[in-house]
């Protein structure tokens, strides 16, 4: 099997930036920083034998599949095993030796970032070269397993994932750069920035928060109510509907923030009445499964389950059929099977004893709707969220 080559060339310097701290505690971009040059000098020294054989050496987190929720901050973690996972040139095959070029790649684009102190996405990363890196998978594991072996999280790799959500509402955002964003004043929505560059969330008279899977139900509400209210939703891509760690992290940040006026606001969840809506309200209260080592600092507990749900739906529906209720794909019923059986927010004994008979309730009635469903009912989506809301506050 053959791989292609770098277009392009990669740059390693051990002067990334000022000199490593001498304190014990050194900061995170020193570590990163001493990390890459130290790799740089030992991959030079190799490269100097007759026989030398430069390598990398990575670590990865391997869960056992044992998750639990941590009762101290209602997150859900897992125990996990450290593997070990090693790179060398010319490596033993020529996957060996193209996965030892592509980490020395982007650690290049780490120590370009940190030298002109500026911070770029794992997605351009890729695009950068797509043929070379093969998929997008290959940077995000790789970035992880980076930040992992050297004890920092991404934001010390001056790596983030790339922007998707979107956001609207009567507030402003004070950046750490010193600008302020007035979301209420633009005529169109923002996408949710870094949280990690936010310094301050400023609301004034905002009750509540609506947190939206889909798109296609934030646009409506953006189009047709008045933005008295903050309103936070998220781009829906066909491949990929969950919530990026950016958007879990703003929530987080939001669900901590004060108004002038009052406490925090309600935040309230609005999902598709399928088990993968289940899953993304699962992910922004409690976290993912796939990201357990980040939920601690990124789940919301006070997330309240808006909709939809199954009596939602057949409640309303049309006795002589209704299009908007869909039979449950092969897919579906395994995915919801999964749940069920893996996730223990889903067990019999867990936290969330609705979710799980919603979810049966799926099974059984083997049906599943959208929340477009709500469009042509009475009122409409918008009478239906405010009608659900004043049941809470």
Not at 60 to 84: M, Q, T, V, W
Not at 280 to 299: D, F
Not at 344 to 366: C, H, I, K
């Amino acid at each position: 099997m053959a791989f292609p080559s770098s277009r392009y060339p990669v740059v390693l310097s051990p002067n990334s930036g000022p000199p490593p701290s001498s304190n014990a505690e050194q900061r995170p971009e020193d570590r990163v920083r001493n990390f890459i040059s130290q790799l740089l000098e030992t991959t030079v020294d190799e490269l100097m034998k007759p026989n030398g054989r430069p390598f990398i050496l990575l670590k990865r987190r391997s869960n056992r599949g044992d998750y639990f929720i941590n009762p101290h901050n209602a997150a859900l973690e897992a125990r996990e095993e450290d593997k070990a996972i090693m790179y060398s040139w010319p490596g033993d095959s020529a996957y060996e030796a193209w996965r030892f070029t592509v980490s020395i790649r982007v650690l290049g684009v780490i120590a370009d970032a940190l030298r002109n102190n500026i911070t770029t996405s794992k997605r351009d990363i890729y695009y950068s070269d797509p043929i070379y890196f093969g998929s997008q998978r290959v940077v995000d594991t790789l970035v992880d397993d980076i930040a992992y072996t050297i004890g920092v999280d991404r934001a010390a790799l001056h790596v983030t994932a790339a922007a998707k959500g979107l956001m609207a509402g009567d507030f402003s955002l004070a950046l750490k750069l010193g600008n302020i964003l007035d979301i209420g004043a633009a005529s169109e929505d923002f996408l949710i920035p870094d949280a990690e560059g936010v310094d301050e969330i400023i609301i004034f008279d905002i009750r509540w928060v609506l947190i939206v899977e889909k798109e296609a139900s934030y646009l409506s509400q953006i189009d047709t109510k008045p933005l008295s209210y903050f309103l936070k939703g998220r781009k829906r891509n066909h491949h990929n509907r969950y919530p990026d760690i950016n958007t879990r992290a703003f929530i987080r940040l939001l669900s901590e923030t004060k108004s002038f006026m009052q406490d925090t606001p309600h935040l309230y969840a609005l999902v598709d009445s399928d088990p993968d809506g289940m899953a993304i309200m699962s992910t922004y209260k409690y976290g993912s499964m796939t990201q357990a080592h980040e939920n601690a600092r990124l789940n919301v507990s006070g997330i309240c389950w808006l909709g939809l749900r199954t009596s939602d739906v057949v409640a309303g529906a049309d006795p002589q059929g209704d299009e908007a209720l869909m039979p449950l794909s092969v897919r579906d019923r395994q995915k919801a099977v999964a749940i069920l059986r893996n996730n223990p927010v889903f067990a019999e004994d867990g936290p969330e004893p609705q979710w799980r008979t919603e979810l049966q309730q799926m099974l059984m009635l083997n049906l599943k709707a959208e929340t477009e469903v709500l469009y042509d009912r009475d009122q409409g989506l918008e009478g239906w969220i405010d009608q659900q809301i004043r049941k809470y506050l």
